[in-house]
């Protein structure tokens, strides 16, 4: 059987929260799970999941990951919760670490999911922030994985908003030494701090490219990666972003640029002939729904390391 890895961090806040050989064992565990090669019993296990975000396929493939270990998820709603009245983060912690095993937050500032950390004496698992997404990055490397074999000449182009997605992507890049190249229009760059933490691990600097030229960008690429250009709480911001991000949508043209053999990611949900048109998701390159599906199966795997004993 194919044993859990004890990770060397409690929590997954971050996609540096684990070293690459720690990454590769998830991947390995969940590539088991996904081929049915592993079964897994974790009873009365609970899993807590606090959602201050909408959700549809990470709430999901969080319940279901969790159902499959053969332990039970508590949905803690805030909008039918102290937490959603201003109960402090460290009582909310504090409470929940005496009912529940694992937490997985998806709430706005990563602060508060640092909070969360350190008041909480149970593993807290980061289900999106306005900073990162690394459950996503790590599905998403997987599906990489699942392609190419390896990362070796992997060059990964992602195209739009350099947002949560665009920050973890740049960190697993980093880790792992793939090529990575962010192109989105002026003002919206990936977060500085993150660039500053990715080349310090870069042992090549040049494998990190930011530009504002996506047809550079993507010119052999065999990766294309896109994510909506408006995010959570950014409604307000929609019209201009789609002013701004004209010319940032990966249709037939700019697919031609990419590698022959070049695949489609796209997290999900998409806003088809916004930021990808409806004939690219469902183009043959597309590897969008395997995307989506391997979230459900890193998380089991990761829930797996961080709740086995």
Partial sequence: MLNPIKLANKDFLSSLDTSSEEFFHILEIARNFKNK???IELKDKVLGLIFDKSSTRTRVSFQVAMSRLGGTTVDLNPNTSQIGRGEPIRDTARVLSRYCDVLAIRTFKQSDLEE???????????????????CQAMADFMT????????KNVVLAFIGDGNNVANSLILYGALLGVEVRIACPKGYEPNELVIKRAKKLYKDKNLLKITNDPISAVNGANVLYTDVWSSMGEENLKEDKERDFLGFTIDQNLVGNADKNAIILHCLPAYRSKEITDEVI???????FDQAENRMHVQQALLYCLLSE
């Fill in 116 to 134: 969360y950390s350190k008041w909480s004496s149970r593993p807290i698992i980061n289900a999106l922030t306005d900073l990162e997404h690394p």
């Fill in 282 to 288: 469902e183009s043959t390159k597309s590897r969008i």
């Fill in 144 to 151: 990489i994985k699942e392609e190419f074999i390896d990362f």
């Fill in 37 to 39: 090669d592993l079964s």
